[in-house]
């Protein structure tokens, strides 16, 4: 991380500053997680010189690695204070994965792609990401294993969330997940208070669909398609 070319330090530096601090996120210790995590070796060779530019870039599987702004803005929006237990859906690169890992004590985050998986884990292991465990399987219901969560945060489009991954909260928890359509999402997040969950919608965002059983199947579809047309 130390020997990486100077470029790429000014780059993210300026990402920093340009897309998330002159925009609406203010909380310092994202800002300097995003300032040390290094984008560029999470995305693919042949888009590295775009690591820091202001959008999604595409993944293997067909899969995308979200604008900086929207890692930005789901982090901020977690609340991390350092000690918290956190769970991902989604791992993809393992970026955001990195991101909060430098931001909270433990991290599991759950990737169904196993290529993906494997890729995120050895990268994630390479830059001492100790306290991030990668996990191959469904997210679509959560992880009980590790539960309870302070945070869940899904990085794919869920249909719903269903009561069962909400109960993964512990009291005082945050989740956060785009909940919509195939091509357009809300991101809502939860807050659960004893047994109150409260829910509130931020901003319109498009993401790749969640997967399993719980997630976008051949009869969501298909249902989707006949409600949407
Ligand atoms: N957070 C990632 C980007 C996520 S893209 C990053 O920082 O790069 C969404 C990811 O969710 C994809 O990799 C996709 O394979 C994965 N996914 C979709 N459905 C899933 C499921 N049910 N369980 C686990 N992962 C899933």
Known sequence: MNHEPAFYTTDRLRMVDEQLAARDIYDERVLDAMRTVPRHLFVPDTHQHMAYGDGPLPLAEGQTISQPYIVGLMTQLLRLQGGEKVLEIGT?????????GQLAAQVYTVE????????AASMLHALHYDNVQVL????????????????????????????DMLN?????????SPVGGRRQQVLVRWYRRAHVFHSEQIIP?????????????????????????
């Open 136 to 163: 191959e399987g469904d997210g679509s219901l959560g992880w009980p294993e590790f539960a309870p969560y302070d945070a869940i945060l899904v990085t794919a489009a869920a249909p719903e969330i269903y009561q």
């Open 168 to 176: 993964q909260l512990g009291d005082g928890g945050r989740l956060i």
């Open 92 to 100: 993809g690169s393992g970026y955001q994965a990195a991101v909060l």
């Open 112 to 119: 169904r792609h196993a290529a993906l998986a494997a890729q």
């Open 205 to 229: 965002v498009a993401f790749v669909p969640l997967r399993g059983e719980k997630g976008w199947g051949e009869n969501e579809w298909k249902r989707w398609q006949e409600n949407w047309r």
